[in-house]
Nanobody, 116 residues
Framework: QVQLVESGGGLVQAGGSLRLSCAASGSIVSIKNMGWYRQAPGKQRELVADITREGVTNYADSGKGRFTISRDSAKNTVYLQMNSLKPEDSAVYYC??????????WGQGTQVTVSS
């Protein structure tokens, strides 16, 4: 079992920055990829960025050049630095971990609201 706890969401003006954190606990040695997804009202959940255990990153087009995902293996934490935020970035942001032999685990989500 893996538990994921997100933090760092909030209200920010357009052009501002936020840093999301996701701390993992439990069977952390079995975690493979970790990532951030988001879901806006009335829309499907979508990938924002993910990172492999080896540090290889992948970004959705919407965040390229503005968002940076990183992983601190010592702290079992994944981060999402979001710069130049836009109102369309407003959503609930979820952390996801892919756990070997167990499947996908999700955090509870953290709200990001960007005002224009």
């Amino acid at each position: 079992q893996v538990q994921l706890v997100e933090s760092g969401g909030g209200l920010v003006q357009a052009g501002g920055s936020l840093r999301l954190s996701c701390a993992a606990s439990g069977s952390i040695v079995s975690i493979k990829n970790m990532g951030w997804y988001r879901q806006a009202p009335g829309k499907q959940r979508e990938l924002v960025a993910d990172i492999t255990r080896e540090g290889v990153t992948n970004y959705a087009d919407s965040g390229k050049g503005r968002f940076t995902i990183s992983r601190d293996s010592a702290k079992n934490t994944v981060y999402l630095q979001m710069n130049s935020l836009k109102p369309e970035d407003s959503a609930v942001y979820y952390c996801k971990a892919i756990v070997r032999f167990l499947g996908d685990y999700w955090g509870q989500g953290t709200q990001v609201t960007v005002s224009s």
